[in-house]
């Protein structure tokens, strides 16, 4: 009787255990740090909502009912991005996955008119959800979207020497696995002054959390992969960094070499 109750418990506990490994992420949880949902419906309704761009609205309630919805930069972050574009007077831009388009769409409205985002996926099915927003807000001139995988577009563009330091900006959010490859990639094609930001570089708060903390196998991954990235850049003496606790948490970059 002791044997099979002692079973029975350990069945029980380890159910529950797989009961509270939920996903950092998902449609039913805003992307935010800020765990106090009052203080983040004041801050959309306050400074975010009252200023959003139509099509950005048009476009970020359009991905918010894809299954994956979660994974787009929600609008704190795009005013953001659009906001330190203007202030660097940036015209050439990178980014490095791009789902909807909704951080396209934020860099492409920011930009002057003869401005470029080369924008990289690896699935043209979820970028052209957006596409029709980005032509209707009349800036589908300024978007060079490229299907693939990352690495060897990133590849394929700095063999070229005309794009060496060619970009003033550049925006990751895409597998974090990748991060550091793509960082060393980045820093080949942004200029000297130019900025680099990386998404999701606080991944829910994970990184805080002790290493046997209940997540899911992936977000394990994803927070050592997010971890090892932190370390990395703090370490790097090629950039200037600040990371800010807003969205998912974001790591800007100035490359000073």
């Given amino acids: 009787m002791a044997a099979n109750g002692g079973d029975a418990n350990g069945v029980s506990s380890a159910l529950e255990a797989k009961e509270l490994k939920t996903e950092i992420h998902s449609n039913d949880s ?11 419906e004041y801050m959309l309704n306050t400074m975010v909502y009252p200023r959003e761009n139509e099509f950005m609205r048009e476009l970020r309630l359009i991905t918010k009912k ?5 994974m787009s930069s929600p609008p704190e972050e795009g005013q953001l991005l659009s906001l330190l574009l203007k202030v660097i007077g940036a015209k050439d831009t990178i980014e ?15 930009l002057p008119d003869d401005g470029r985002v080369v924008a990289i996926d690896v699935s043209r099915e979820y970028f052209d959800l957006g596409l029709p ?9 300024k978007v060079d979207f490229r299907e693939g995988p990352a690495m060897p577009i990133l590849d394929e563009l700095f063999a070229d020497e005309a ?6 900006f550049a925006f990751v959010d895409a597998d974090k696995g990748s991060y550091v490859e793509y960082h060393e990639r980045l820093l080949r094609l942004v200029r000297a002054g130019g900025v680099l930001a990386y998404d999701n570089t606080l991944w829910g708060g994970s990184v805080a959390l002790e290493d046997d903390s209940a997540l899911t196998e992936s977000d394990q991954d994803i927070r050592r992969s997010v971890m090892a990235f932190n ?8 950039v200037e960094a600040v990371q800010l606790p807003v969205a998912d948490g974001v790591t800007l970059c100035r490359r000073i070499a």
């Fill in 30 to 40: 805003p992307k935010t740090l800020l765990k106090n949902d009052a203080l983040y």
């Fill in 66 to 70: 894809h299954t994956y919805g979660f």
């Fill in 96 to 110: 490095v996955g791009a789902f909807t388009g909704c951080s396209v769409l934020a860099t492409a409205l920011a």
């Fill in 133 to 141: 927003v980005i032509k209707k807000a009349g800036v589908a001139h």
């Fill in 163 to 168: 794009n060496e330091g060619r970009f003033d």
């Fill in 231 to 238: 370390a990395m850049i703090a370490a790097d003496p090629r």
